[in-house]
C-alpha cells in the first residue's frame, strides 16, 4: 500500500522523501504510517518502475532528491484507485484509498463509495445473522465477550455505511459530525 500512497502524494508536485513522510502523516497518519526505512526503498523502487522520476538539486550544501509522479505512475495509481477492493484488507487500507478519490471522475467516485456501501451491508447481514444464532445458544461468560465484539462490530458497520452514503452524496462534513453526535 505504502507504493500507492507515495504515488499518490506526489501525482502534482514534485516532493522530497521528508516532504513525502510528512504529507503522510499530516494525511492518512492517522491510520496508516511509514517509516523512512520502508518509503526510501519504495520510492527508489517506484522510480525504477518508471513511475517516478527523481530529479536532484542543491539547497545550500545539501543534495536533495525530488520525487514525482509520471504518466505511467499516474496511471498505475489510478487504476489502483478504481480497482474492486478486497474489504479483508482492512479499514486503514480502506480509508488510505478513500483520501485519494479526489483525484477520480464524480461518477466513478460514486460507484466506489456504492460498491463499498454494498459490501459492508453484506457483511452487517452476516454479522446479524451471527447475533441471531449466539442469542439462541446458552450463555457463559465465553458468550459475553463474544457478543461485546459482534455488536462493536455491527455498531461500526452501521457508522461506517452512514458514512460512505454521507460522503458519496458529497454533503457538508460538518453535518455529519452535527448527525453524528445527536
Known amino acids: 500500500m505504502l507504493n500507492y500512497i507515495a504515488l499518490g502524494m506526489v501525482l502534482d508536485e514534485a516532493l522530497t522523501g521528508y516532504d513525502i513522510k510528512k504529507e503522510i502523516e499530516a494525511g492518512v497518519g492517522n491510520f496508516y504510517t511509514a ?17 517516478l522520476t527523481m530529479t536532484e538539486q542543491m539547497h545550500g550544501n545539501r543534495l536533495k532528491k525530488y520525487y514525482r ?20 484488507s482492512g479499514a486503514d487500507s480502506l480509508l488510505a484509498r478513500i483520501y485519494f478519490f479526489g483525484v477520480l471522475p464524480k461518477a466513478l467516485r460514486k460507484q466506489k463509495l456504492e460498491e463499498y456501501e454494498l459490501n459492508y451491508r453484506q457483511i452487517l447481514q452476516k454479522l446479524e445473522a451471527m447475533e441471531k444464532n449466539l442469542s439462541l445458544s446458552p450463555s457463559d461468560n465465553n458468550d459475553y465477550f463474544e457478543m461485546s465484539t459482534l455488536y462493536l462490530g455491527i455498531q ?13 452524496e458529497e454533503k457538508p462534513l460538518q453535518e455529519f459530525l452535527r448527525t453524528d453526535n445527536s
Open 69 to 88: 509522479a509520471t504518466q505511467c505512475g499516474k496511471t498505475v495509481f489510478l487504476q489502483w484507485l478504481s480497482s474492486p477492493f478486497d474489504m479483508r
Open 35 to 51: 517509516s523512512y526505512g520502508s518509503l526510501y526503498p519504495a520510492l527508489e523502487k517506484l522510480t525504477a518502475k518508471g513511475y
Open 156 to 168: 461500526h458497520l452501521q457508522d461506517s455505511l452512514r458514512w460512505f452514503k454521507h460522503i458519496r
